[in-house]
């Protein structure tokens, strides 16, 4: 089943590598949206996909990469809109 997520991670993680981690994770999975640095220091993603595979997405977010220290991490299911065909840094 298709699904939206939007997510929003605090901790640590800009500066190590986060967006792209989550990209790279992303691609892996063959989902798409995208992904931002906050002004606030948060890191926010907007992804679309099959509900398992953005499950899987929202452990690696969890986990973050090796530089990172990831505090929280929200996440609100929406409905899915397929306005996406890749994902990407934003």
Known sequence: ?????????????????????????????????????LPDGRVEVVVEGEKDRIES?????????????VEHVLTEWEDHKGEFFDFRII
């Open 1 to 37: 089943m298709k699904t939206r997520a939007h997510i929003w991670i605090s901790g640590k993680v800009q500066g190590v590598f986060y967006r792209d981690n989550t990209r790279r994770w992303a691609f892996s999975l063959s989902l798409s949206g995208w992904v931002r640095n």
């Open 57 to 69: 997405l929202v452990k690696e977010l969890k986990k973050g990469p090796p530089l990172s220290r």
